[in-house]
Protein backbone atom coordinates (compact mmCIF):
# COMPACT_ATOMS: atom_id res chain seq x y z
CA UNK A 1 0.00 0.00 0.00
CA UNK A 2 1.17 3.50 -0.45
CA UNK A 3 -0.24 6.45 1.29
CA UNK A 4 -0.08 10.24 0.92
CA UNK A 5 -0.85 13.54 2.80
CA UNK A 6 -1.83 16.65 1.70
CA UNK A 7 -1.41 20.23 3.74
CA UNK A 8 -4.63 22.21 4.82
CA UNK A 9 -7.05 23.05 2.52
CA UNK A 10 -8.44 26.73 3.06
CA UNK A 11 -9.76 29.22 0.41
CA UNK A 12 -6.19 30.51 -0.16
CA UNK A 13 -4.81 27.75 -2.01
CA UNK A 14 -7.70 27.26 -4.16
CA UNK A 15 -7.79 31.41 -5.18
CA UNK A 16 -3.78 30.71 -5.92
CA UNK A 17 -4.53 28.11 -8.25
CA UNK A 18 -7.28 29.69 -9.74
CA UNK A 19 -5.17 33.20 -10.37
CA UNK A 20 -2.92 30.83 -12.04
CA UNK A 21 -5.79 29.27 -14.26
CA UNK A 22 -7.24 32.66 -15.26
CA UNK A 23 -3.97 33.78 -16.52
CA UNK A 24 -2.92 30.53 -18.39
CA UNK A 25 -6.78 30.46 -20.39
CA UNK A 26 -6.21 34.28 -20.90
CA UNK A 27 -2.91 33.66 -22.58
CA UNK A 28 -4.68 30.62 -24.79
CA UNK A 29 -7.35 32.55 -25.92
CA UNK A 30 -5.60 35.33 -26.37
CA UNK A 31 -2.87 33.73 -28.82
CA UNK A 32 -4.57 30.22 -30.02
CA UNK A 33 -8.07 31.68 -30.93
CA UNK A 34 -6.50 33.45 -34.23
CA UNK A 35 -3.60 31.89 -34.97
CA UNK A 36 -4.89 29.07 -37.59
CA UNK A 37 -6.39 32.45 -38.89
CA UNK A 38 -3.09 33.92 -39.40
CA UNK A 39 -1.26 31.15 -40.68
CA UNK A 40 -4.12 29.97 -43.20
CA UNK A 41 -5.16 33.81 -44.63
CA UNK A 42 -2.26 35.89 -43.72
CA UNK A 43 1.11 33.50 -44.61
CA UNK A 44 -0.83 30.92 -46.94
CA UNK A 45 -0.72 27.65 -45.75
CA UNK A 46 -3.13 24.86 -46.62
CA UNK A 47 -5.93 23.80 -44.58
CA UNK A 48 -3.78 20.70 -43.37
CA UNK A 49 -0.47 22.27 -42.68
CA UNK A 50 -2.31 25.00 -40.21
CA UNK A 51 -3.19 22.20 -38.31
CA UNK A 52 0.15 21.51 -37.55
CA UNK A 53 1.07 24.13 -35.80
CA UNK A 54 -1.63 22.12 -32.96
CA UNK A 55 -0.45 19.19 -33.69
CA UNK A 56 3.82 19.30 -33.96
CA UNK A 57 4.32 21.12 -30.67
CA UNK A 58 1.44 18.87 -28.99
CA UNK A 59 3.37 15.97 -29.63
CA UNK A 60 6.41 17.72 -28.58
CA UNK A 61 4.66 18.18 -25.04
CA UNK A 62 3.61 14.26 -25.21
CA UNK A 63 7.20 13.05 -25.58
CA UNK A 64 8.55 15.19 -23.25
CA UNK A 65 5.98 14.55 -20.64
CA UNK A 66 5.79 11.06 -20.73
CA UNK A 67 9.90 10.77 -21.73
CA UNK A 68 11.32 13.43 -19.80
CA UNK A 69 9.17 15.85 -17.37
CA UNK A 70 6.84 12.82 -16.05
CA UNK A 71 9.57 10.77 -14.68
CA UNK A 72 11.12 13.93 -12.96
CA UNK A 73 8.34 14.95 -11.63
CA UNK A 74 7.96 11.55 -9.93
CA UNK A 75 11.45 10.97 -9.10
CA UNK A 76 11.62 14.28 -7.04
CA UNK A 77 8.42 14.65 -6.51
CA UNK A 78 8.44 18.51 -7.57
CA UNK A 79 5.21 20.01 -9.12
CA UNK A 80 5.22 23.62 -8.49
CA UNK A 81 8.90 24.28 -9.61
CA UNK A 82 7.94 22.41 -13.03
CA UNK A 83 5.23 24.80 -13.30
CA UNK A 84 7.15 27.93 -12.67
CA UNK A 85 10.19 26.59 -14.71
CA UNK A 86 8.14 25.96 -17.63
CA UNK A 87 6.00 28.94 -18.11
CA UNK A 88 9.48 31.15 -17.66
CA UNK A 89 10.78 29.03 -20.59
CA UNK A 90 7.87 29.19 -22.43
CA UNK A 91 7.29 33.29 -22.19
CA UNK A 92 11.08 33.37 -23.65
CA UNK A 93 10.55 30.91 -26.13
CA UNK A 94 7.41 32.68 -27.67
CA UNK A 95 9.60 36.13 -28.03
CA UNK A 96 12.08 34.06 -29.81
CA UNK A 97 9.60 32.37 -32.34
CA UNK A 98 8.09 36.23 -33.15
CA UNK A 99 11.61 37.52 -33.77
CA UNK A 100 13.09 34.81 -36.05
CA UNK A 101 9.87 34.72 -37.61
CA UNK A 102 10.05 38.25 -38.50
CA UNK A 103 13.41 37.63 -40.48
CA UNK A 104 11.73 35.13 -42.91
CA UNK A 105 11.80 36.14 -46.31
CA UNK A 106 8.57 34.83 -47.29
CA UNK A 107 5.08 34.58 -46.04
CA UNK A 108 5.19 30.77 -45.88
CA UNK A 109 8.88 30.52 -44.82
CA UNK A 110 7.14 32.77 -41.82
CA UNK A 111 4.74 30.57 -41.27
CA UNK A 112 6.60 27.48 -40.76
CA UNK A 113 9.32 29.26 -38.39
CA UNK A 114 6.31 29.68 -35.72
CA UNK A 115 5.19 26.56 -36.41
CA UNK A 116 8.41 24.85 -35.55
CA UNK A 117 9.36 27.33 -33.09
CA UNK A 118 6.42 26.89 -31.37
CA UNK A 119 7.49 22.74 -31.06
CA UNK A 120 10.71 23.42 -29.67
CA UNK A 121 8.86 25.72 -27.36
CA UNK A 122 6.46 22.99 -25.95
CA UNK A 123 9.11 20.50 -25.40
CA UNK A 124 10.32 22.92 -21.90
CA UNK A 125 6.50 24.16 -21.55
CA UNK A 126 5.45 20.19 -21.00
CA UNK A 127 6.97 21.04 -18.09
CA UNK A 128 4.13 22.99 -16.56
CA UNK A 129 1.39 20.92 -17.73
CA UNK A 130 2.88 17.78 -16.31
CA UNK A 131 3.39 19.72 -12.74
CA UNK A 132 -0.46 20.93 -12.77
CA UNK A 133 -2.21 17.92 -13.34
CA UNK A 134 -0.44 15.97 -10.71
CA UNK A 135 -0.34 19.21 -8.34
CA UNK A 136 -4.14 19.06 -8.09
CA UNK A 137 -4.36 15.69 -7.25
CA UNK A 138 -1.50 16.23 -4.60
CA UNK A 139 -3.33 18.63 -3.04
CA UNK A 140 -6.71 17.29 -3.08
CA UNK A 141 -9.16 13.97 -1.77
CA UNK A 142 -10.76 12.02 -4.64
CA UNK A 143 -14.21 13.28 -3.82
CA UNK A 144 -12.97 16.85 -4.00
CA UNK A 145 -11.46 16.78 -7.74
CA UNK A 146 -14.27 16.78 -9.98
CA UNK A 147 -15.47 19.71 -8.09
CA UNK A 148 -11.96 21.39 -8.27
CA UNK A 149 -11.57 20.75 -11.87
CA UNK A 150 -15.03 22.27 -12.54
CA UNK A 151 -14.48 25.17 -10.41
CA UNK A 152 -10.92 25.69 -12.49
CA UNK A 153 -12.69 25.61 -15.78
CA UNK A 154 -14.88 28.00 -15.37
CA UNK A 155 -12.90 31.02 -14.15
CA UNK A 156 -10.14 30.14 -16.27
CA UNK A 157 -13.41 30.62 -18.62
CA UNK A 158 -13.37 34.54 -17.38
CA UNK A 159 -9.68 34.53 -18.30
CA UNK A 160 -10.23 32.62 -21.58
CA UNK A 161 -13.10 35.57 -22.28
CA UNK A 162 -10.89 38.72 -21.61
CA UNK A 163 -7.99 36.94 -24.26
CA UNK A 164 -10.15 36.11 -26.94
CA UNK A 165 -11.81 39.89 -26.54
CA UNK A 166 -8.54 41.43 -26.75
CA UNK A 167 -6.64 38.90 -28.75
CA UNK A 168 -9.41 39.95 -31.49
CA UNK A 169 -8.59 43.74 -30.76
CA UNK A 170 -4.91 43.49 -31.12
CA UNK A 171 -5.34 41.12 -34.40
CA UNK A 172 -5.86 43.85 -37.12
CA UNK A 173 -4.45 46.42 -34.62
CA UNK A 174 -7.75 48.06 -32.97
CA UNK A 175 -9.19 47.81 -36.26
CA UNK A 176 -6.75 50.36 -37.70
CA UNK A 177 -4.20 48.05 -39.37
CA UNK A 178 -4.40 44.73 -41.68
CA UNK A 179 -6.05 41.42 -40.52
CA UNK A 180 -2.55 39.89 -38.90
CA UNK A 181 -1.11 42.81 -37.74
CA UNK A 182 -0.76 41.53 -34.07
CA UNK A 183 0.72 38.56 -34.82
CA UNK A 184 3.00 40.04 -37.91
CA UNK A 185 4.02 42.78 -35.55
CA UNK A 186 4.80 40.83 -32.36
CA UNK A 187 2.14 42.26 -29.93
CA UNK A 188 0.23 38.87 -29.45
CA UNK A 189 3.62 37.00 -29.16
CA UNK A 190 4.39 39.96 -26.16
CA UNK A 191 1.62 39.78 -24.92
CA UNK A 192 1.10 36.07 -24.31
CA UNK A 193 4.72 35.71 -22.73
CA UNK A 194 4.15 38.60 -20.82
CA UNK A 195 1.21 37.12 -18.91
CA UNK A 196 3.00 33.70 -18.80
CA UNK A 197 5.85 35.42 -16.46
CA UNK A 198 3.13 37.10 -14.40
CA UNK A 199 1.29 33.70 -14.20
CA UNK A 200 4.57 32.19 -12.04
CA UNK A 201 3.92 34.99 -8.98
CA UNK A 202 0.97 33.32 -7.90
CA UNK A 203 2.64 29.80 -8.00
CA UNK A 204 5.11 31.40 -5.35
CA UNK A 205 2.79 30.66 -3.01
CA UNK A 206 1.34 27.35 -3.64
CA UNK A 207 2.34 24.27 -1.91
CA UNK A 208 5.29 22.47 -3.74
CA UNK A 209 3.00 19.15 -3.80
CA UNK A 210 4.36 15.45 -4.36
CA UNK A 211 3.76 12.35 -2.57
CA UNK A 212 6.12 10.43 -0.13
CA UNK A 213 5.86 6.57 0.44
CA UNK A 214 4.51 5.40 3.69
CA UNK A 215 2.84 8.80 4.88
CA UNK A 216 -0.57 8.92 6.59
CA UNK A 217 -3.46 10.09 4.66
CA UNK A 218 -7.69 9.50 4.67
CA UNK A 219 -6.68 8.00 1.39
CA UNK A 220 -5.31 4.60 0.41
CA UNK A 221 -4.38 3.27 -3.09
CA UNK A 222 -3.43 -0.42 -3.54
CA UNK A 223 -1.13 -0.56 -6.48
CA UNK A 224 -2.48 -3.86 -8.23
CA UNK A 225 -6.18 -3.34 -7.26
CA UNK A 226 -9.12 -1.80 -8.86
CA UNK A 227 -8.34 1.74 -8.94
CA UNK A 228 -4.73 1.44 -10.41
CA UNK A 229 -5.55 -1.13 -12.57
CA UNK A 230 -3.37 -0.39 -15.98
CA UNK A 231 -5.53 -2.24 -18.56
CA UNK A 232 -8.39 -0.40 -17.44
CA UNK A 233 -7.07 2.24 -17.31
CA UNK A 234 -5.78 1.93 -20.84
CA UNK A 235 -9.04 1.13 -21.83
CA UNK A 236 -10.40 4.43 -20.52
CA UNK A 237 -7.90 6.18 -22.50
CA UNK A 238 -8.16 4.70 -25.46
CA UNK A 239 -12.18 5.41 -25.16
CA UNK A 240 -11.04 9.44 -24.18
CA UNK A 241 -8.80 9.37 -26.70
CA UNK A 242 -12.20 8.92 -29.14
CA UNK A 243 -13.84 11.37 -27.53
CA UNK A 244 -11.56 13.72 -27.84
CA UNK A 245 -10.23 13.83 -30.95
CA UNK A 246 -13.52 13.05 -32.25
CA UNK A 247 -14.98 16.88 -30.67
CA UNK A 248 -11.31 18.34 -31.12
CA UNK A 249 -10.63 17.23 -34.27
CA UNK A 250 -12.38 20.50 -35.82
CA UNK A 251 -11.05 22.83 -33.08
CA UNK A 252 -8.06 24.08 -35.52
CA UNK A 253 -10.04 24.75 -38.52
CA UNK A 254 -13.22 26.18 -36.89
CA UNK A 255 -11.64 29.82 -37.12
CA UNK A 256 -11.28 29.20 -40.80
CA UNK A 257 -14.52 28.02 -41.62
CA UNK A 258 -16.51 30.72 -39.48
CA UNK A 259 -14.45 32.59 -41.36
CA UNK A 260 -14.86 31.57 -45.12
CA UNK A 261 -16.57 34.87 -47.32
CA UNK A 262 -19.03 32.24 -49.28
CA UNK A 263 -19.96 31.22 -45.30
CA UNK A 264 -20.70 32.80 -42.44
CA UNK A 265 -17.99 35.76 -42.89
CA UNK A 266 -17.48 36.67 -39.43
CA UNK A 267 -15.27 39.35 -38.42
CA UNK A 268 -12.73 39.02 -35.78
CA UNK A 269 -14.97 40.44 -33.77
CA UNK A 270 -18.05 38.17 -33.96
CA UNK A 271 -15.30 34.98 -34.21
CA UNK A 272 -14.24 36.86 -30.29
CA UNK A 273 -17.93 36.85 -29.49
CA UNK A 274 -18.36 33.09 -30.39
CA UNK A 275 -15.63 32.31 -28.59
CA UNK A 276 -16.54 34.12 -25.88
CA UNK A 277 -20.48 32.79 -25.85
CA UNK A 278 -18.21 28.82 -25.31
CA UNK A 279 -16.21 30.31 -22.24
CA UNK A 280 -19.80 32.13 -20.76
CA UNK A 281 -20.98 28.03 -21.05
CA UNK A 282 -17.56 26.59 -19.49
CA UNK A 283 -18.20 29.66 -16.28
CA UNK A 284 -21.83 28.02 -15.52
CA UNK A 285 -20.98 24.30 -16.16
CA UNK A 286 -18.05 24.70 -14.53
CA UNK A 287 -19.49 25.95 -10.98
CA UNK A 288 -21.64 23.04 -11.46
CA UNK A 289 -20.11 20.54 -12.36
CA UNK A 290 -19.17 19.38 -8.63
CA UNK A 291 -22.54 19.28 -7.65
CA UNK A 292 -23.67 17.48 -11.08
CA UNK A 293 -20.91 14.63 -11.06
CA UNK A 294 -21.37 13.79 -6.70
CA UNK A 295 -25.07 13.13 -8.23
CA UNK A 296 -24.29 11.14 -11.88
CA UNK A 297 -21.00 9.63 -10.67
CA UNK A 298 -17.81 10.11 -13.34
CA UNK A 299 -18.56 7.58 -15.81
CA UNK A 300 -22.46 9.44 -16.04
CA UNK A 301 -20.32 12.98 -16.21
CA UNK A 302 -18.29 11.61 -19.31
CA UNK A 303 -21.27 10.51 -21.41
CA UNK A 304 -23.69 13.47 -20.97
CA UNK A 305 -20.77 15.79 -21.87
CA UNK A 306 -19.96 13.58 -24.66
CA UNK A 307 -23.87 13.71 -26.03
CA UNK A 308 -23.72 17.38 -25.49
CA UNK A 309 -20.31 17.95 -27.63
CA UNK A 310 -22.57 15.07 -30.17
CA UNK A 311 -25.11 17.87 -30.64
CA UNK A 312 -22.85 20.25 -31.30
CA UNK A 313 -21.43 18.74 -33.81
CA UNK A 314 -24.56 18.04 -35.76
CA UNK A 315 -25.06 21.74 -35.38
CA UNK A 316 -22.12 23.20 -37.09
CA UNK A 317 -22.60 20.62 -39.78
CA UNK A 318 -26.20 21.40 -40.72
CA UNK A 319 -27.04 25.05 -39.41
CA UNK A 320 -26.83 28.30 -42.00
CA UNK A 321 -27.78 30.55 -39.60
CA UNK A 322 -25.37 32.50 -37.19
CA UNK A 323 -27.73 32.20 -34.05
CA UNK A 324 -27.24 28.35 -34.27
CA UNK A 325 -23.30 28.61 -34.25
CA UNK A 326 -23.79 30.79 -30.76
CA UNK A 327 -25.88 28.02 -29.83
CA UNK A 328 -23.83 25.03 -30.56
CA UNK A 329 -20.86 27.24 -29.35
CA UNK A 330 -22.92 27.76 -25.77
CA UNK A 331 -23.05 23.62 -26.16
CA UNK A 332 -19.33 23.33 -27.06
CA UNK A 333 -18.49 24.62 -24.01
CA UNK A 334 -20.73 23.00 -21.82
CA UNK A 335 -19.69 19.80 -22.40
CA UNK A 336 -16.27 20.80 -22.29
CA UNK A 337 -16.29 21.43 -18.87
CA UNK A 338 -18.28 17.97 -18.24
CA UNK A 339 -15.84 16.59 -19.93
CA UNK A 340 -12.77 18.14 -18.10
CA UNK A 341 -13.76 17.75 -14.57
CA UNK A 342 -15.17 14.36 -14.82
CA UNK A 343 -12.66 12.67 -16.88
CA UNK A 344 -9.79 13.90 -14.65
CA UNK A 345 -11.53 13.01 -11.60
CA UNK A 346 -12.20 9.41 -12.82
CA UNK A 347 -8.63 8.91 -13.98
CA UNK A 348 -7.22 10.57 -10.70
CA UNK A 349 -9.14 7.36 -8.65
CA UNK A 350 -7.06 4.70 -11.19
CA UNK A 351 -3.76 6.71 -10.64
CA UNK A 352 -1.03 5.20 -7.95
CA UNK A 353 0.17 8.29 -5.96
CA UNK A 354 3.79 7.45 -6.67
CA UNK A 355 3.26 7.42 -10.49
CA UNK A 356 1.35 10.78 -10.84
CA UNK A 357 3.97 12.24 -13.34
CA UNK A 358 3.81 9.32 -15.89
CA UNK A 359 -0.05 8.22 -15.62
CA UNK A 360 -1.31 11.77 -15.82
CA UNK A 361 1.06 12.49 -19.03
CA UNK A 362 -0.83 9.25 -20.77
CA UNK A 363 -4.13 11.02 -19.77
CA UNK A 364 -2.68 14.41 -21.06
CA UNK A 365 -2.16 12.73 -24.02
CA UNK A 366 -5.92 12.20 -25.32
CA UNK A 367 -6.28 15.70 -24.55
CA UNK A 368 -3.22 17.42 -25.78
CA UNK A 369 -3.14 15.31 -29.57
CA UNK A 370 -6.46 15.88 -29.98
CA UNK A 371 -6.37 19.86 -30.56
CA UNK A 372 -3.95 19.43 -33.40
CA UNK A 373 -3.29 15.63 -34.48
CA UNK A 374 -6.94 14.60 -34.72
CA UNK A 375 -6.90 17.91 -37.17
CA UNK A 376 -4.00 17.01 -39.18
CA UNK A 377 -5.09 13.13 -39.77
CA UNK A 378 -8.42 13.94 -40.01
CA UNK A 379 -10.63 17.22 -41.16
CA UNK A 380 -7.38 18.92 -42.26
CA UNK A 381 -6.92 16.41 -45.17
CA UNK A 382 -10.76 15.90 -45.18
CA UNK A 383 -11.62 19.31 -45.67
CA UNK A 384 -8.75 19.77 -48.67
CA UNK A 385 -9.08 16.88 -50.40
CA UNK A 386 -13.34 17.59 -50.50
CA UNK A 387 -11.91 21.09 -52.30
CA UNK A 388 -9.94 20.04 -54.56
CA UNK A 389 -12.44 17.46 -56.31
CA UNK A 390 -14.20 20.43 -56.64
CA UNK A 391 -16.51 20.45 -53.44
CA UNK A 392 -17.57 24.32 -52.21
CA UNK A 393 -15.46 25.12 -49.31
CA UNK A 394 -18.35 25.40 -46.86
CA UNK A 395 -19.29 21.97 -47.97
CA UNK A 396 -16.28 20.59 -47.44
CA UNK A 397 -15.95 21.74 -43.37
CA UNK A 398 -19.23 20.82 -42.77
CA UNK A 399 -18.55 16.99 -43.89
CA UNK A 400 -15.20 17.53 -41.58
CA UNK A 401 -17.57 18.13 -38.90
CA UNK A 402 -19.65 15.01 -39.68
CA UNK A 403 -16.62 12.43 -39.22
CA UNK A 404 -15.91 14.65 -36.01
CA UNK A 405 -19.55 13.32 -34.89
CA UNK A 406 -18.56 9.42 -36.16
CA UNK A 407 -15.29 9.52 -34.35
CA UNK A 408 -17.04 11.19 -31.36
CA UNK A 409 -19.30 8.43 -31.03
CA UNK A 410 -17.27 5.55 -31.21
CA UNK A 411 -15.49 7.04 -27.97
CA UNK A 412 -19.03 7.42 -26.40
CA UNK A 413 -19.73 3.56 -27.23
CA UNK A 414 -16.19 2.45 -25.98
CA UNK A 415 -16.82 4.72 -22.42
CA UNK A 416 -20.30 3.49 -21.75
CA UNK A 417 -19.03 -0.01 -21.99
CA UNK A 418 -15.91 0.76 -19.26
CA UNK A 419 -18.07 1.88 -16.98
CA UNK A 420 -21.23 0.52 -17.58
CA UNK A 421 -20.61 -3.02 -19.39
CA UNK A 422 -19.53 -6.34 -17.35
CA UNK A 423 -16.46 -4.48 -16.51
CA UNK A 424 -17.70 -1.34 -14.58
CA UNK A 425 -15.49 1.34 -13.03
CA UNK A 426 -16.85 4.45 -10.45
Known amino acids: MTAISRPALG ?24 LSVYLRYYLGLSVTATTLFA ?72 MSNIGWSALITDLYPADARGAIQGRLTSVGGLGRIAGVWIGGLLYDGLGQHFPGWGFAQGALF ?7 LISTLPMVFIPEGGVASGEACPETVVADGDSASFRRFVLFLTAMALINFGRNSVVVIQSQ ?51 ISLTYLLIFAFTDRLAFIYAASFLKGTAEALIVAASYAAASIMIP ?30 VDLLIGFGHAPTRAYRIGYLAAFGLTMSGAVLMGFLFFGRHKSK
Open 11 to 34: PGLFWGLSSFQILAMFRRGLFYAY
Open 353 to 382: PLQRGRWFSLFNATFFLSWGLAGTLIAGPL
Open 190 to 196: FVAAGVM
Open 257 to 307: YLFLETGFAVSSRTLAHIFNTESVAMIGAGLLAGRFLAFTGNGRGILTGTV
Open 55 to 126: TLPMLANIAAQNLIWGRLSDRYQRRRSFIIGGEVLGAVGTVAVWYIHSLAAAPRMAAWIVIVGLTVVEFFWA
